[in-house]
């Protein structure tokens, strides 16, 4: 948890420099081996302690116009902010840590003590802001002219053109219908007539009819001149402003890419590689929204400048919780995927850090244990840590060890699957028609399945329903987000079962959908428990396994019609 006091004698110094010392009351830690991984670590006690001096700061900080929202009465209007630390060693061989945050803060890219961004868009001398009043001056142009009067007024007249023509044409129809059926009543009433009676008659008739084909075919080539030249028109008056949008686009398009030239990123061994080159190599070639504006790539991009050996690095978020993502105060979360993976990845070259644990192989050495087999199917309970199915760098999982026992029902085995991370009854299938039956059971939601999970806390209801919709993260996979606009619906129903003296809690969940990640972010986000589950590398705190277990399955046996049921408690 972050400190809820200050520190009189380091503070003061905080805003005349960015090479902060280290905690004078820490306890002294050894440095690490290696540097941290920044997409998967626990953060070291060197990190802890710089990051436990900056959040002092932070609790004391009044100078900026700036609210994270830490107060009751000030949450409807807070904002948090994710900060970053990196522990170096100066060419004394003496330990500071530097401090940065993601984005911009109180609308400053440079407030004292933090180091400063790779390149500053808000300088107001830099080409940025000339470029950006360009561009504004252009979007103020289109809005003029597509508010103009003579704009409104030329689609006023082409709509009532075009409405117009539509109704007197179809009026001139409906007459020459009406004249035609007269006409032809006129020559009923007649047939006692002398031939040359009948026949001047005949020839008026026609004559009558030629004219009024000539009047719809007038009026429908005047109407139709009419609307062209309108609709001409407005297409001049519309393509002044469709030349103006495209020639913002391109400009906007030429500034960007200026900028992701500007955003020039070093590696421990002094190789310069800008953004547009970075991201070249990625299957998105654009970088995303404020790529290279995150804390970490500022931090290191300021040691390697200066001269200054990184040791560790940690990020951490502080203030009020945003509506999408989980994130909660005071706790430290991974890089994020999405826009730091590629510029870290070359940022890192020449540093020793940590190995990749997501490439390592968790299951290595792990039994899988099955609870239930006969000819149709099988279950399995799987451990934590175990794919269900192939990763992108790992093989190892009960699909792949499945398919050694049963090569012939490779194609058909996976029913359903659990992260790799949650451990518990996972059903398998040895023919195909077994397969398509259970699916339609899971499509039907008529297989029940129950979990069991341990909470970092006690949740505020003891039961009830948690209905929060879910969308993939684009800028950070493969977490998972809330998001009431495109997100896809998501309901848990859940029961407190037990709470424990160390002030956790036992909880039952049952999906009623079955979205990525639903249960760990229904229970980790505010809105739903607001109380992450134990172990949650994503959405909690790191350490150990992850305490969710799919423990009660309950389905129609395809083959037999029987309703089974199978326990398999949990280890936690």
Known sequence: MPPNHSNPIILPLFKTTFLH????????????????????????????????????????????????????????????????????????????????YSGKLAESNHLPGFVPPVYDILDAEGFYKAGEKEVNALTERIETLEAAPVLQQAKADLQLAEEQSVREIAAEKLARKQAKVERDLRRQSASHLPPDALKELEEQLAQESVTRSFALKDLTRAWKEKVARLREELRRLQDMITQLKLERKNMSNDLQARIFQQYRFLDANGAVRDLLDIFGETVFKIP????????????????????????????????????????????????????????????????????????????????????????????????????????????????????????????????????????????????????????????????????????????????????????????????????????????????????LHDGRARVNLWPLTGRTHQLRVHCAHYKGLNAAIVGDELYGVIGGRLCLHAEELSFVHPGTGEEMTFLEPAEF
């Open 21 to 100: 010392p280290l905690p004078s009351d820490a306890t002294p830690t050894p440095p690490p081996a290696r540097f941290t991984y920044p997409f998967h670590y626990a953060p070291h006690e060197l990190a802890k302690q710089a990051a436990a001096d900056l959040q002092r700061h932070l609790l004391t900080q009044t100078d900026w116009d700036y609210n994270f929202g830490l107060t009751p009465e000030d949450e409807p209007e807070g904002q948090g902010k994710m900060f970053g630390v990196l522990v170096v060693q100066n060419q004394a061989g003496e330990l500071h840590y530097l401090a940065a």
């Open 288 to 499: 995303p929204a404020g790529a290279g504006e995150c804390a970490a790539p500022k931090l290191l991009q300021y040691a390697y400048l200066h001269g200054l050996q990184p040791i560790v690095m940690a990020e951490f978020w502080w203030g009020k919780s945003p509506k999408s993502a989980v994130r909660k105060h005071g706790r430290y979360y991974p890089a994020c995927r999405g826009k730091c993976l590629p510029i870290l990845t070359h940022m890192l070259v020449g540093l020793d850090v940590d190995p990749n644990p997501m490439a390592e192989n968790p299951a290595a050495g792990k039994d899988l244990p099955v609870v239930y087999e006969d000819d149709d199917l099988l279950i399995v309970n799987k451990p934590a840590g175990f794919l269900s199915v192939p990763g992108k760098l790992i093989e190892d999982s009960v699909q792949s060890r499945m398919e050694q026992r049963f090569p012939e029902a490779r194609n058909h085995l996976i029913v359903h699957r659990l992260d790799m991370s949650t451990s518990g009854l996972l059903l398998l299938t040895k023919k195909k028609e077994i397969h398509l039956k259970l699916q339609q059971q899971f499509f039907k939601r008529s297989i029940k399945k129950r979990y069991v999970a341990l909470l970092e806390s006690v949740p505020a209801q003891t039961e009830g329903f948690i209905d929060l919709p879910l969308a993939g993260d684009f800028e950070d996979r493969p977490r998972q987000i809330v998001d009431f606009e495109n997100g896809k619906t998501s309901r848990t129903r859940f029961a407190v079962t037990e709470v």
